[in-house]
């Protein structure tokens, strides 16, 4: 039966199910354009006055806006079908972020960086996962937090939290500690790799690997040197391209714990299971690689890439109770901030071996 709205109720009209959708969409388009304003703002207010601020991308600033929203005055009533949306334009970012993906691109990392990404993948996991276990965090936070140091951060998060049916306070949680170390990364990643005189792949290569935000990690390599940035975004647009990969992983890993719709049929349910958005993504990809796309084409849609992760990032922070968080206590922060250093040492000593005994 369809649903009827209060106000079609009163009128004897039946809205459109579209229609409900559009007062949510503007206020998430409005958050996570106010969020772009002030970190536009903050970094032009920085150059005029030839101040170093800390350059906090419009990601955290469209969270903690729509966390002030949903946790005062709350999300009204006409708004709460559009906002829930959010998950589908994280969906359809990670598709169009697919023409920044050139599968020829990737072999320019080479044999041994390649293998880095993969190494990272495991480190990640590993590590996360004992954390999570020893300091006694639920196990779907903890599967989130491995998820997200590993692969791209807050995307990852919230493209695990629906495969593993996970708590929208667990995914906010994870999203928090994960980000905890990318403002640090902008300050502290060129001046350990100039102290250490890395070359620029393999500060590139460091970064890329360690950095879980994709913005924050070519940050961090451009504030190094172009060529430092080029191998950010290679090493990390790679880690990005496992996604669907590892969410696939995880969700077959805690279906085979509670054992639903498992057992009667494997094939249909690793099909339900399976993120359809990694199909898109791969094909886009493919589309670029083969020159299938101009220049400006290849501009508009990674464009819009930006814009559905903009209503994302918004929805995470109108989806968000902080009282919920309250009950989790400051562990999961810890245990993110403690990954994530201990991930960001030992890569770099990866690095640093392979420099030394490949010449990166």
């Known amino acids: 039966m369809a649903t009827i709205s209060n106000t079609a109720i009163r009128s004897g009209v039946e809205v459109p199910s579209f229609l409900r959708l559009i007062p949510g969409l503007f206020l998430l388009a409005a958050i996570g354009w106010l969020g772009k304003l002030t970190e536009q ?24 806006y729509g966390l002030l929203i949903a946790n005062t005055v709350g999300i009204p009533r006409v708004c709460k079908a559009g906002v829930a949306t959010y ?28 293998a880095f990404v993969a190494v990272e993948l495991a480190i990640s996991i590993t590590l996360m996962s004992f954390l999570g276990k020893w300091m006694g965090l639920s196990p779907k936070l903890t599967s989130l937090l491995a ?44 001046a350990i790799g100039h102290a250490l005189g890395m070359s620029d792949h393999a500060f590139g290569l460091w970064a890329g690997l360690a950095v879980d935000n994709t913005a924050e990690a070519t940050a961090a390599g451009a504030l190094y040197s172009d060529a430092a940035a080029k191998f950010a975004v290679l090493a990390k647009t790679t880690r990005n391209a496992t996604i669907g990969f590892v969410v696939l992983a995880y969700a077959l890993a805690w279906a085979r ?22 199909l898109g993504f ?3 990809s493919l589309a670029a690689t083969l020159g299938l796309f101009t220049k400006g084409q290849m501009t508009d849609i990674a464009n819009l890439s930006r814009w559905a992760f903009l209503l994302t990032f918004a929805g995470v922070g109108l989806q968000t109770n902080i009282r919920e968080l309250r009950k989790q206590g400051l562990k999961p922060l810890a245990v993110g901030a403690i990954g994530e ?20």
Do not use: M
């Open 147 to 190: 998820i997200g140091s590993s692969i791209c951060g807050v995307s990852a998060i919230i493209a695990a939290k629906g495969a593993i049916e996970a708590d929208d306070e667990d995914a906010s949680y994870a999203i928090g500690a994960i980000l905890a170390l990318g403002a640090f990364s902008l300050f502290a990643f060129p």
């Open 257 to 278: 714990k509670s054992q639903k719709d498992f057992i009667q049929n494997r094939a249909v349910f690793l099909w339900n299971k399976f993120p359809k958005f990694v």
């Open 282 to 284: 791969l094909l886009i």
């Open 341 to 360: 250093l201990a991930i960001a040492g030992l890569t770099l000593v990866l690095v640093l071996g392979a420099s030394r005994a490949f010449a990166l």
């Open 87 to 114: 998950e589908f334009w994280l969906k359809l970012g990670i598709v169009f972020l697919g023409v920044r993906f050139l599968l020829g691109d990737v072999l320019k990392l080479g044999g041994i960086s390649l």
């Open 41 to 64: 703002g903050i970094a032009a207010y920085g150059k005029a006055h030839h101040l170093h601020l800390p350059n906090i991308e419009y990601v955290l600033w469209a969270i903690l």
